[in-house]
């Protein structure tokens, strides 16, 4: 079976922390995402990443950063943690094959006071 | 710009009926559609996918279909339980894009 494995389950940060958010998968896929999901707005694309080294934008990059320095691993940055930053964090994995499903860590709940 | 909707946004239920869940796309490229389920607190957790040439996929008691002509996809559970009790997320183009969800409560 896959395995996504996000570092922390909880998290509490001060405002203005730099705040790094681990994810590691285990089945060698390609492509990697973050997502965030607040109530009311669903699940919101960060950043995603289609191999090492490579990163793009989903549709609410600002104030976030990514790093993809080894095929296994993707983190994600925040700078300078807001309290609009306060969130459920998703890490997933998939191939590059059509038929390759999302497969999902068990989140980061994030909290910045 | 591709939107991905799914009404309602709840649904409660008595054990044992059979249900559909729907998720609604305004793009027809896809690529894929997947089905997910999310437990309170947790992460995602894939049901089914569907490529975009597909009709339909089956699981045990679930089966999805995707009409792309009409921008649809639905989710049938027959036969719903208490531990159906989640919500259910769809998403297109390969997870880039997610509908909200639709909680489901199934009552004993």
């Known amino acids: 079976d896959v395995k996504v494995t996000q570092s922390s389950r909880y998290l509490v940060k001060r405002t203005g922390e730099k705040v790094f958010l681990e994810c590691v998968q285990d089945m060698d896929h390609e492509n990697m995402f973050w997502y965030r999901q607040d109530p009311g707005l669903g699940l919101r694309l960060i950043y995603f990443s289609y191999d090492v080294k490579m990163k793009e934008k989903g549709d609410i990059p600002e104030g976030y950063s990514v790093s993809r320095e080894k095929k296994e691993r993707f983190s994600l940055i925040l700078e300078s943690a807001s309290t609009n930053q306060t969130s459920m964090y998703l890490c997933?994995?998939?191939?590059?094959?059509?038929?390759?499903?999302?497969?999902f860590g068990n989140g980061t709940r994030l909290t910045v006071t | 710009k591709q939107e991905v909707t799914q009404i309602p946004a709840a649904l409660s239920v008595p054990e044992g009926e059979n249900l559909v869940l729907n998720c609604s796309f305004t793009?027809?490229?896809?690529?894929?559609l997947q089905w997910f389920r999310q437990d309170p607190g947790k992460g995602l957790t894939s049901l089914l996918l569907i490529q975009s040439s597909q009709r339909e996929q089956t699981s045990g008691r679930l089966n999805a279909s995707l009409d792309k002509s009409s921008g649809r996809s639905t989710l049938y559970i027959a036969a719903s339980q208490p531990g159906d009790s989640a919500t259910y997320l769809c998403a297109v183009r390969f997870g880039l894009i997610f509908g909200q969800g639709t909680e489901l409560s199934v009552k004993p």
């Open positions: 793009d027809s490229a896809i690529y894929n």
């Open positions: 997933a994995s998939r191939t590059t094959e059509h038929n390759s499903p999302l497969h």
